[in-house]
């Protein structure tokens, strides 16, 4: 199994441009989860899916942020517009369903919006 | 009150010594906890899980749980350098929670 696959690896954009970062889940996996990592606030929890449905959303900072599953193996992670503020690592993990814990992450896209 | 707390460090331990992490919990009714270890510039890894009071070992690593302390360990035994990382503590909250992470570094 490939792992959950994320892209792009790096991104770098200007202030008020639209960001999307996207996550294949690995196969079998119903829970997909958004994570985001910076040196002041550590890893923090956006939002996350069971079986396609996003179960809590109240991690996502503002309405500048978005996060949809079109179906069981993809997902993606919108920030429009962005600001320097959002510059971070952002990570996608998954695991099977009811196993209570984040089993596998990918390797992360790191943001810096200029 | 931070819901995952950790000592934040940096811990350093000679090679071959014993690497104690520490984590405290805010919910006393969480029931899973787990230790994931993060290499610089890498992801989390998933490496220990304990679901009940006492301590769990797996190789070189030991886990202990005190739910009455709310208070979760992560003992490294013989430490290597190769178990220089961050070492994130992390508790199922509802959904996953995680602490700040302990920076460790095992000096030859």
């Known amino acids: 199994d490939a792992g959950v696959i994320q892209s792009p690896r790096h991104e770098v954009t200007e202030m008020g441009q639209e960001v999307t970062l996207r996550c294949k889940l690995i196969?079998?996996?119903?829970?997909l989860f958004w994570y985001r990592q910076t040196m002041m606030r550590g890893l923090e929890l956006l939002i996350y899916f069971n079986n396609n449905v996003p179960i809590d959303d109240s991690g996502m900072p503002e309405d500048r942020f978005s996060a949809k599953m079109p179906n069981a193996s993809f997902s993606t992670l919108k920030i429009q517009p962005s600001e320097p503020r959002d510059s971070a690592v952002y990570f996608c993990?998954?695991?099977?369903?009811?196993?209570?814990?984040?089993?596998?992450f990918g390797s992360g896209t790191r943001l810096t919006v200029v | 009150q931070k819901e995952v707390e950790q000592n934040s460090g940096p811990l350093s331990v000679p090679e071959g010594a014993i690497a104690s992490l520490n984590c405290t919990y805010s919910?006393?009714?969480?029931?899973?906890f787990f230790w994931y270890r993060q290499y610089s510039g890498k992801s989390p890894e998933l490496i220990m899980s304990i679901y009940s009071n006492g301590d769990k070992e797996d190789g070189r690593f030991t886990a202990q749980l005190n739910k009455a302390s709310q208070y979760v360990s992560l003992l490294i035994r013989d430490s290597q350098p190769s178990d220089s990382a961050t070492y994130l503590c992390?508790?199922?909250?509802?959904?996953?929670?995680f602490g700040a992470g302990t920076r460790l570094t095992v000096k030859p």
């Open positions: 993990a998954s695991s099977p369903l009811g196993q209570g814990k984040v089993e596998a």
């Open positions: 196969s079998g996996h119903n829970s």
């Open positions: 992390a508790v199922n909250l509802g959904d996953m929670r």
């Open positions: 919910d006393r009714g969480s029931q899973s």
